[in-house]
């Protein structure tokens, strides 16, 4: 491994492996390929296993062997990369929106930037952002990579509902809201695309692959919404 990783026990059966408290790339793809080994060895007694931008937490089954499993873990991480233990990444093409009429409290955030339409979406479309990990909401996605231009600050007071479909930007991050809740992000999109529905994701992204947001009219977003299936459009870019 490139970076220093630190094992730590949480309980008799959840071990915490803690990389750097930075956001970044290798550690991700890191996290990602010790990840898939530990899936590959053990798959037989892990109950769960996620991960966040440093962190990469297992949970064992009941009668797994915790001794053996940290020794073996000890030993992985002393090992380099292995090129075939990291899926086939992708840079997915998500259709957004940015009409005012569709997302009329995107004036907030272009008053506080001081900021034309067109630079927004000139900027909010200009680059491939990294998928780190889901959370905070099914089918969350945080994304690392957006211009420092578009970056703010949080809202004080979030707002009581943000729409499903909503794309927004909170400080140097911008995801897309896959159902309705608060929050403190400021809406500057909506894409067509069902994102949580049926009660499961309905997105076909991991974490290790890109988002990039193409700029669509307001009749090519009626067009997908009323659709059944999207066409997701994608290119490879590593694995």
């Known amino acids: 491994m490139k970076y220093p ?41 892990i109950a769960s296993i996620y991960h966040s931008y440093q962190v ?10 915790t001794a053996e499993f940290i020794v073996w873990v000890e030993s992985a991480i002393q090992q380099p990369l292995q090129s075939q233990h990291l899926p086939q990444r992708w840079i997915w093409t998500v ?11 995107q004036s907030k955030y272009l008053e506080e930037k001081n900021m034309d339409l067109e630079t927004l979406v000139a900027l909010h479309t200009s680059q491939s952002l990294l998928l780190y990990f889901y959370g905070f ?25 943000i729409s499903q ?34 009660g499961k994701i309905n997105l076909p992204f991991n974490p290790g692959d890109k988002v990039q947001f193409a700029a669509i009219s307001p009749q090519r977003y009626t067009e997908i919404q009323e659709g059944s299936i999207h066409d997701w459009e994608k290119k490879s870019y590593g694995g």
């Not at 990469?56 to 062997?65: D, V």
């Not at 911008?174 to 400021?186: A, E, K, L, M, Q």
């Open 95 to 105: 259709p957004v929106c940015y009409d005012p009429e569709l997302v009329p409290s």
């Open 165 to 198: 479909g909503s794309v927004a930007i909170g400080g140097s991050q911008t995801g897309i809201y896959p159902v309705d809740s608060p929050g403190g992000w400021y809406v500057v999109g909506k894409t067509p695309i069902a994102i949580f529905e049926n």
């Open 56 to 65: 990469l937490s297992i949970q064992l089954k009941e009668g797994a062997p």
């Open 5 to 45: 990783v630190h094992i730590f026990s949480q309980g008799p059966k959840i071990i915490e492996l803690n990389w750097p408290e930075i956001i970044s790339e290798d550690i991700l793809i890191e996290i990602i390929v010790l990840k898939n080994r530990i899936e590959n060895k053990w798959h037989l007694y």
């Open 137 to 161: 909401l099914p089918g969350f996605m945080y994304l690392g990579g957006l211009p420092e231009p578009l970056h703010i600050a949080r809202k004080k007071i979030p707002d009581r509902k």
